[in-house]
């Protein structure tokens, strides 16, 4: 589902749920794309073999500015302003990565 709204309605949205988003498979591959792009090889995103044997995680992870980096493309999925020309990342005061959910699947 996808919530279609006017900027003005835009605040009475708070607290609701607007939807959600198709998947979005995040490979190996795709993380080493990343990782290029940034120049963040980090063994514990690009080593797979490594990450295996020595990472909490037990294999790579993904970046999490490669995570955030997915809200642009998935948001526009779940929320539609109408009345707005163009959208402008504003910035991400307040965004932590504090730990991993145990259902959150990994790459690789």
């Not at 910035?91 to 730990?99: A, S």
Request: glycine fraction near 10%; include cysteine.
């Amino acid at each position: 589902m996808t919530t279609t709204t006017t900027m003005a309605e835009v605040p009475g949205l708070v607290g609701t749920e607007l939807g959600s988003s198709d998947w979005h498979e995040v490979t190996q591959e795709h993380v080493n794309q990343f990782a290029d792009a940034t120049g963040d090889h980090q063994w514990i995103h690009v080593d797979v073999e490594r990450a295996k044997a020595e990472s909490p995680f037990g294999g790579p992870i993904a970046h999490g500015y490669l995570t955030l980096s997915l809200l642009a493309p998935l948001s526009s999925q779940v929320l539609v302003v109408t009345d707005t020309v163009m959208g402008v990342n504003y910035g991400l005061n307040k965004v932590r990565f504090p730990r991993r959910s145990r259902s959150a699947p990994r790459c690789g």
